[in-house]
């Protein structure tokens, strides 16, 4: 079946700093990726849509400066979170769109900003 | 506007007793529903979508657009049902997924 993957699995930086987390879609090709971000215990609340080539569509209270998204080809989209603090800790997952319109999750990123 | 709600957060049976998980949404249309189960420690994954019709695992679920509702329902639980189980909904074949909370089943032995 289809692969995504999600680089780092888990990191820790200090508050002030920007990390980058990336999903891959490791046997398809997807024009379209999601981010999620995952409180504990709860749902999944969608961050933005990412469009292959094209500028990312964020919901509604998500800062697209701090959150920056770049999709930069079929396979690869990218979150930036910028000058990271301790609230935006939480664990990041995102999906990837296969051309049956199926979505395929990540296995998600824990980020701790200290 | 779209809404999925999952009236229950935790859900325990035992081993060998039904489950029903609810789920029921609001659209202005005609969605597509799903449900999603995470395993511990596991990432999310496809259980079942309502137009496959299909039973995998031993769940079911069916669209009732009279009661806009897709519950979830397998007749004998097991320990390896224990996880995460999510309710969504899109309204179109290559549109984002709307989630409901989420229901933590834990089906003991």
């Known amino acids: 079946g289809a692969v995504v993957s999600q680089h780092p699995s888990r990191v820790i930086c200090k508050s002030g700093t920007s990390v980058k987390i990336e999903c891959r879609s490791l046997?398809?090709?997807?024009?379209?990726m999601f981010w999620y971000r995952q409180f504990p215990k709860q749902s999944l609340m969608l961050m933005a849509t990412s469009n292959e080539g094209s500028k990312a569509t964020y919901e509604q209270g998500v800062e697209k400066d701090k959150f920056l998204i770049n999709h930069a080809s079929l396979t690869l989209s990218t979150l930036t979170v910028t000058s990271a603090h301790p609230e935006d800790s939480s664990f990041y997952i995102c999906s990837a769109m296969g051309q049956s319109g199926e979505q395929y999750f990540g296995p998600g990123t824990r980020l701790t900003v200290t | 506007a779209q809404r999925v709600t999952q009236p229950e957060k935790l859900l325990s049976v035992f081993k060998g007793a039904p489950v029903e998980l609810k789920c029921n949404y609001s659209?202005?249309?005609?969605?597509?529903l799903f449900w999603y189960v995470q395993y511990s420690r596991q990432r999310l994954q496809l259980l079942l979508r309502?137009?496959s019709r299909e039973s995998i695992k031993g769940f079911t679920a069916d669209l009732n657009k009279g009661e806009t509702s897709f519950h979830l329902k397998k007749p004998f639980a097991q320990e390896e049902d224990s996880a995460m189980y999510y309710c969504a909904l899109r309204g179109s074949t290559l549109g984002r997924l709307y989630f409901g909370r989420g229901t933590q089943l834990t089906v003991w032995p």
């Open positions: 309502h137009i």
């Open positions: 659209y202005s249309g005609s969605p597509e």
């Open positions: 046997d398809f090709q997807a024009t379209t």
